[in-house]
């Protein structure tokens, strides 16, 4: 009777579960097409991403630099400015719909090609320093890492014990919210992880076009400015995004990265 009643009334767990299996197929679907590619033609994916998304943001940002200019430039009054902020206001919203949307549309293709990169990197036992150790590439997302990024991308927590793989996890949704070309910020404990992740996952980003930075507490306002500007200039291709892994001293709670398997320590 009870197995029969937890069949008919699943857990919370369950039904979040089986909402989140269905996109984790199409991932894998959308993987397996991607073997056959060259290393340029599945760094050329980044670029078709991004101009989906400029494609489908141009007209906000054509009336925005537009709204702009005439705040800058013009002689206007109170009332005139206010209504321009107003208006402001709401086509950065909805071009953050749109972009939001667009992600979402995205996400399993996106998601596909982080895995195909982890793994080539694995295949070819990539070997790199990472905070001063050697480490050979040798990880590739399971299912439960790709539920794990999902959740993430949805603005939610996932809660995953030490050992499974909550660093890579996390290099999923950085590289699909990295596309509009804003940037993205991980935000860790402590100095330290915050340069091993950055490191550690830095090929996954370097194969698919974007860059990555590492921002540290003892740095000044200065050199932060400049490795931010830096890492967006010097990117692997012009339309590159930017990945900084910072660090956060804040006493309320954030989602964090913590050690997985294979953590140099």
Known sequence: MWKLLQKIFPTKRERDIRQLLPIVEAINREYEQLHHLTDAELRAKTDLFRSILRERTSCYQERIQELRQRLRTEDLSYEQRLELYDELARLDAEEYRVIQETLDELLPQAYAVVKEACRRLAERQYTYQVVGHTVTWDMVPFDVQLMGAIVLHQGKIAEMATGEGKTLVAVMPLYLNALPGRGVHLV?????????????????????????????????????????????????????????????????????????TGTPS
């Open 188 to 260: 860790t404990v402590n100095d330290y992880l915050a340069r091993r992740d950055a490191q550690w996952m830095g090929p996954v980003f370097e194969m698919l076009g974007m860059s990555v930075g590492c921002i540290q507490a003892q740095m000044s306002i200065e050199e932060r400015n400049g490795s931010t500007s830096a890492i967006s200039r010097t990117g692997p291709t012009p339309s590159s995004a930017s990945i900084t892994c910072a660090t956060t001293w804040s006493s309320t709670p954030t989602i964090s990265s913590s050690a997985s």
